[in-house]
Nanobody, 131 residues
Framework: QVQLVESGGGLVQPGGSLTLSCAVAGFTLDDAAIAWWRQAPGKERERITCISGTDGSKYLADSVKGRFTAFGDDAKRTLFLQMKDLKSEDTGVYYC????????????????????????WGQGTQVTVSP
């Protein structure tokens, strides 16, 4: 069955770095579109990255552009989120989510999908950026 499990969250100082992992089961990275989302307290859940192994499409939100990078390890069936120059605004719960099958990162021509556009979700991992 399809499962996604995030790990690697924790406390980090502003300007620091942290790498999150999303281990997947029930599918391979080249047979899905996988995205990282985050939700800060009191704010909407935001898609920040996406990688599709089916059509090669990618997405990176302006809020993290130049600081965050998503990449996969096919052998380990794990998607990573490398975060640099972290800011207090990056604090929140980070989720990985996937659409399994011939899907890309584009949803109805929009760069701002809702969480309902993704079928499978992990449980989330907390990232706190604080001095």
């Amino acid at each position: 069955q399809v499962q996604l499990v995030e790990s690697g969250g924790g406390l980090v100082q502003p300007g620091g770095s942290l790498t999150l992992s999303c281990a997947v089961a029930g599918f391979t990275l080249d047979d899905a579109a996988i995205a990282w989302w985050r939700q800060a307290p009191g704010k909407e859940r935001e898609r920040i990255t996406c990688i599709s192994g089916t059509d090669g499409s990618k997405y990176l939100a302006d809020s993290v552009k130049g600081r965050f990078t998503a990449f996969g390890d096919d052998a380990k069936r794990t998607l990573f989120l490398q975060m640099k120059d972290l800011k207090s605004e990056d604090t929140g719960v980070y989720y990985c989510a996937a659409n399994v099958g011939p899907y890309g990162c584009v949803h109805s021509g929009s760069d701002s999908p809702t969480e309902h556009d993704y079928d499978w979700w992990g449980q989330g991992t907390q990232v706190t950026v604080s001095p």
